[in-house]
């Protein structure tokens, strides 16, 4: 039987035909399909490297060889602490002596490196060495690597030992830094000082005096209004105490052992007859101090550290003027292999590994892999199954370089913050042995880096080290209250008050790893309606003037409270006084 369809079913048929048609191509050209997955071109994979500082384009160079240089060139002994912000000098040296198609060994220059941790000895050499050079210009040259948040002492020493041979044969600092401690130097104590800074009223930290790491407690401190007592004969129940060790390993040492001794009991800066015991609290060192301390007896953490303290200790390398200006070329040529040098550890694996290699042979200590693994910075259980921050070092480019000495962008000079800072933290700890210290324009001969900055911009390719700051403060580290001076009733800073507010932008460069708190308080005169936008106002006032000197506005968090956080009663003039203040607090 057939089916007889009138015009419009078979209209309706041919209509429903092409839809099922179009709606089936459709679907099959929508259907997933597996396609080649969407790349991002031109990252290098760094999974150990995140501050890579070559991350486009990268070209590896080839590692040095395992034979010495012989290229003749000008002979220096070059000697260095243990410290694992060197590594890119190991990289450039490709040895303990030059190695062939090392940077150095490219440079011209045949390189000895030399271990020695004890600063004075150090000292002696270079005094030495100036004395030989000026009778023998052949002489094989001695250049010396130290912290640089110790030399404002160091070189004030070394000026006045010098001081007989002549002008000529001063000590200068030439602008060869090529890294930092970035956590590897740091204060250890008991978790309650970092609960409360309070705590560590009447305890005692043991470190080398007037050098390096006791510099961090001292900041420290200073930031969270805590007194320091500098004798290290006595002992002040009001205060922190510091016990000598010989360097930064005997400090540890002191911990791990009990060490104890006698001190004399002081009051008000008087001794009072009495004696007292004390044993070691808190320890100042690094690496591998900090590992000693937590695998041997462990119990104490990272306090501060060069990881807050972000500018505090570039390594700095010391000359005698004479030879640094008749081998200027060698000295701008050891610049470029360093930056070169600086910018492969930070973006290559293998060349991060070549020079904890280095390290090890250089410091005959440990092993390639234990220096990799620090210079990274862990964190670990210690012995008593405390979570512990150990190590933490960066490399510089040449970028990096220029931030150092104010050649940078932003042209803040962060070693002059941090050479003045600890400069004038020497002379109000120690005025008898250090009135004065030798002024940093002196000190630092810039004239080496400018050259190479003008001639060879294209090493300025690589990333310089960048820090992330939090978009607010959740953490602590040290807070402390300021009398700025204001108009009346406004936010008009006083011009009386600019010294204090340098004062504290350079205590911030020093602390380029914390982000600024500024907080306005006011007292409880009048309303909160005026009260409150006052603060505001004020504290916003000294962000201003903390940008304007070169601090970046993410970093500086500005807030105001009025009269609801009073530090003292606002029954008495003296109190409200006190109340009326501006709170820096450092913090992550």
């Known amino acids: 039987m057939s089916l007889k369809l009138k015009p419009a079913g078979k209209l309706f048929i041919i209509v429903a035909v092409v839809a099922a048609g179009i709606l089936g191509v459709r679907w099959y050209q929508a259907r997933p399909k597996q396609v080649s997955e969407s790349l991002q071109v031109g990252k290098v994979v760094l999974p150990d490297a995140p501050e890579a500082s070559l991350s486009d384009n990268a070209v590896q160079l080839p590692l040095p060889e395992s034979s010495p240089a012989a290229n003749g060139g000008t002979q220096i002994t070059w000697l260095r602490m243990a410290w694992n912000s060197q590594f890119s000098a190991m990289y450039a040296n490709g040895g303990a ?81 090529h890294g930092k401690s970035y956590g590897e130097d740091q204060v250890m104590g008991p978790q309650q000082w970092k609960i409360d800074p309070k705590n560590a009223i009447g305890k005692c930290v043991a470190g ?55 001190r004399k009991v002081m009051v008000n800066g008087k001794t009072t007859g009495k004696d007292t015991t ?55 040529n050891m610049i470029i292999a360093l930056a070169q040098a600086g910018d492969q550890v930070r973006s290559f694996n293998e060349a991060k590994a070549f020079a904890a290699k280095v390290s090890a042979e250089v410091y005959n200590e440990q092993d390639g892999a234990y220096w990799l693994k620090y210079f990274n910075g862990v964190e670990e259980k210690d012995i008593q199954g405390l979570k512990v921050t150990l190590g933490g070092s960066a490399v510089f ?111 911030a460069v020093v602390a380029e790893g914390l982000k600024v708190g500024v907080y306005g308080h006011t007292d409880n005169s009048g309303s909160d309606a005026v009260n409150l936008p006052l603060s505001e106002k004020r504290a916003n006032a000294v962000k ?26 606002n029954n008495s003039e003296s109190g409200r006084s006190q109340n009326r203040r501006v709170e820096i607090v450092l913090g992550q």
């Not at 050079?133 to 052949?138: D, G, I, Q």
């Not at 005997?250 to 009990?258: C, E, L, V």
């Not at 201003?544 to 601090?551: A, D, F, P, S, T």
């Open 97 to 177: 002596r030059t190695m062939q198609g090392s940077l150095f060994d490219k440079a011209h220059l045949d390189v000895t490196y030399t271990r020695q941790d004890d600063c004075n000895k150090q000292m002696a050499d270079l005094v030495k060495f100036a004395q030989e050079y000026k009778n023998n210009t052949a002489a094989t040259g001695v250049l010396i690597t130290f912290m640089g948040d110790g030399m404002p002492a160091f070189m004030t020493s070394l000026a006045k030992e010098l001081e007989p041979l002549g002008p000529e044969y001063q000590p200068i600092i030439i602008p060869v830094t």
């Open 208 to 262: 080398v005096l007037r050098d390096g790491d006791i510099n961090i407690l001292l900041k420290w401190a200073g930031d969270n209004g805590l007194k320091v007592n500098p004798d290290e004969t006595t002992y002040d129940a009001t205060a922190i105490n510091i016990i000598a060790a010989n360097d930064f390993l005997d400090a540890p040492n002191k911990y791990i052992a009990g060490y104890t001794e006698n």
């Open 278 to 332: 004390v044993g070691v609290d808190g320890v100042a060192t690094w690496t591998p101090g900090d590992v000693n301390v937590a695998v041997k007896k462990g119990g104490l953490v990272t306090i501060a550290s060069t990881r807050q303290y972000a500018s505090q200790m570039p390594n700095q390398t010391i000359a005698i003027k004479k030879w640094a200006y008749d081998h200027r070329t060698d000295v701008e």
């Open 397 to 507: 480019n040449l970028q990096d370089m220029a931030n150092t000495y104010g050649l940078g962008n932003d042209k803040v000079d962060r070693y002059k913050a941090v050479y003045n800072t600890f400069g004038n933290l020497m002379v109000k700890m120690y005025p008898t042995l250090m009135p004065s210290f030798m002024p940093y324009e002196k000190a630092v001969d810039k004239t080496f880096l400018q050259t190479v900055l003008a001639n060879h911009p294209e090493l300025l390719q690589g990333k310089a080290i960048e820090t992330k700051y939090a978009s607010e403060i959740t953490s602590e580290v040290s807070s402390k209250s300021y009398s700025i001076e204001f108009e009346t009733g406004s936010a008009n800073i006083r011009s009386s008050s600019y010294k204090l507010l340098d004062e504290i932008f350079e205590s």
């Open 544 to 569: 201003e003037y903390l940008q304007n000197k070169g601090l970046t506005g993410n970093r500086i968090e500005a807030k105001g409270y009025g009269s609801a956080k009073p530090i003292a009663s």
